[in-house]
T-cell receptor
C-alpha cells in the first residue's frame, strides 16, 4: 500500500520565480495538509484541503496557494519566491474525522537561490 | 492549541527503555496528546495518541498524568533505528485539525 507520494524530491529555483509541488495522498485518505519545515525547526502548518476546498490556513502569506483535485491529490504553489522560502515542504494525508493520525510524505526539498 | 515543553535532547542505551517527557500544563479538556517522530531526511511518523487513559500500541506506550498536565512516551526496548526527533503535540481530536509542532526532543540511541 503506497503511502504519501511527493514530487519532486529536490528542486532549485531562483528568487522571484514560481514553484508547484505535488502530493498524492495515501490510498483511502481524503484530506491533505501542507507543512513547511525550515532547517532545525519543527514543521509549520501552511493549509489543509478537504473536498477540494481550503479548510484551514496557517500564518503564511497569499503567495502560498494550493489546490485539491477530485482524486484527492494536491498541489502547493508558491509565487515570487524568497530566499526564506528555502525549506522542506511536507504533505500529510488523513481520513477526515478519524483519530488514526496523519501520514506524511518524505517531502520536497526546495532551495531558492 | 496548548503549548508543549520537551527536553531538547536525550540519550538512551540500545535495549533499554526510552522515556520521553512532555509538559502541557495548559491543555484543555477536549485536547488530545499526540506523539510523532521524524527520522533524519524523512517526514514525521505518527506514533500514538491519547486523551486521558494510558495507551499502548506496537510502537510505544503513552502515560498521561491524572491532571493531564504532562505525559511520557515510552519506547520499551530502544534500538538504533529509534534515533529521531520526537514531537509531543496537543490538539483537537481528529484529523480535521492541524498539528502544531514544537522543536521536539532529539533522542540518540547508543550502542
Amino acid at each position: 500500500d503506497a503511502g504519501v507520494t511527493q514530487s519532486p524530491t529536490h528542486l532549485i529555483k531562483t528568487r522571484g520565480q514560481q514553484v508547484t509541488l505535488r502530493c498524492s495522498p495515501k490510498s483511502g485518505h481524503d484530506t491533505v495538509s501542507w507543512y513547511q519545515q525550515a532547517l532545525g525547526q519543527g514543521p509549520q502548518f501552511i493549509f489543509q484541503y478537504y473536498e477540494e476546498e481550503e479548510r484551514q490556513r496557517g500564518n503564511f502569506p497569499d503567495r502560498f496557494s494550493g489546490h485539491q483535485f477530485p482524486n484527492y491529490s494536491s498541489e502547493l504553489n508558491v509565487n515570487a519566491l524568497l530566499l526564506g522560502d528555502s525549506a522542506l515542504y511536507l504533505c500529510a494525508s488523513s481520513l477526515r474525522y478519524t483519530d488514526y493520525g496523519y501520514t506524511f510524505g518524505s517531502g520536497t526539498r526546495l532551495t531558492v537561490v | 492549541d496548548a503549548k508543549t515543553t520537551q527536553p531538547t535532547s536525550m540519550d538512551c542505551a540500545e535495549g533499554r527503555a526510552a522515556n520521553l517527557p512532555c509538559n502541557h500544563s495548559t491543555i484543555s479538556g477536549n485536547e488530545y496528546v499526540y506523539w510523532y517522530r521524524q527520522i533524519h531526511s524523512q517526514g514525521p511518523q505518527y506514533i500514538i495518541h491519547g486523551l486521558k487513559n494510558n495507551e499502548t500500541n506496537e510502537m510505544a506506550s503513552l502515560i498521561i498524568t491524572e491532571d493531564r498536565k504532562s505525559s511520557t512516551l515510552i519506547l520499551p526496548h530502544a534500538t538504533l533505528r529509534d534515533t529521531a526527533v520526537y514531537y509531543c503535540i496537543v490538539g483537537d481530536t481528529g484529523t480535521a485539525s492541524k498539528l502544531t509542532f514544537g522543536t521536539g526532543t532529539r533522542l540518540q540511541v547508543m550502542l
